[in-house]
């Protein structure tokens, strides 16, 4: 990552006490056994951030078909009904139903005889520290990524991005907020903590695992252009070598909610103020 993370959180470089570079236990050698996680992959994913991934490179395609990317915008979290109380509704049904995949990600690993959130580094064991190198992993990504944003804007690769377009009612700061927590546990966990997980269960090297998993979460960023594709493939990159390190997901979670809630809620705040409505 080109700097030091510094100290490492509690747990640091063990899964259940076992050293993390290598695997908790032996990789699964049985062929059934092989195949079963295989289709277990392809069913979390296909249900989840893998079909995003498709949509988003035909939706790429799309917008590289159409016309100038530079001139379109991809809106974040749109309005679902011109009536409030409906769209809170399907806002609130939206963020809900989208966590049912970390849900079956987490049963998926319970299966196999672990205890599926200390596994993967959601246990409360160490809370501020997590709060802690979450807020610097904000910063680390947060910053560049403007960055990245601004450049693949003038290169004319990425579109405008509306982080919101909710309109403001009572209710619209907690369910951005609401949204930016589903988007972390979601990504977080199922890219993650799960999907490395059981990449390394099947006897992947580290590189590999690493730069997949990264890879998918680029791709499914190809809506936004290029310059996010790009970014968050790096993105991926630090998160996960910081969970290859250190087994936890945690500050993973809140580094992301921080992101988007500064995106989210930031954008909606301020958008009139910057001129961006």
Do not use: C
């Not at 509690?10 to 295989?38: L, N």
């Not at 405008?160 to 966990?189: C, F, G, S």
């Amino acid at each position: 990552m080109g700097t030091e993370m510094g100290p490492q959180p509690e747990g640091h470089g063990s899964v259940r006490g076992a050293p993390i570079d290598a695997p908790a236990k032996p990789p699964v050698r049985q062929p059934v056994r092989r195949r079963r996680i295989g289709v277990e992959i392809w069913l979390v994913l296909g249900l989840s951030l893998g079909q995003s991934a498709v949509y988003s490179v035909v939706n790429l395609i799309d917008k590289f078909t159409r016309g100038p990317i530079s001139e379109q915008t991809s809106t974040l979290i749109s309005p679902q009904s011109p009536r409030p109380y409906l769209d809170l509704t399907y806002q609130l049904l939206g963020i809900g139903f989208a966590l049912v995949p970390v849900a079956l990600a987490l049963f998926f690993l319970t299966g196999s005889g672990r205890n599926a959130l200390q596994n993967i580094g959601i246990d409360g064991k160490a809370p501020w520290r997590d709060v802690g190198f979450g807020v610097g992993l904000a910063a680390l990504i947060g910053l560049p990524g403007i960055g990245l944003y601004l450049i693949g804007r003038a290169l004319g690769i990425t579109v405008n991005v509306v982080p919101t377009a909710l309109d403001a009612y009572w209710w619209t700061i907690p369910v951005l907020v609401l949204a930016a927590v589903q988007n972390a546990l979601l990504e977080e966990v199922v890219m993650v903590g799960y999907l490395m997980t059981r990449l390394r269960d099947l006897g992947w090297q580290t590189p590999a695992i690493i730069v997949s998993s990264a890879a998918l979460r680029g791709s499914y960023h190809l809506y936004q252009g290029i310059g996010p594709g790009i970014g968050n493939f790096v993105m991926g990159l630090i998160l996960g070598y910081w969970f290859h390190r250190t087994g936890r997901v945690a500050p993973l979670i809140i580094a992301h909610t921080i992101l988007d809630i500064v995106a989210f809620v930031g954008y909606a705040l301020f958008r009139d103020v910057l001129g961006l409505g």
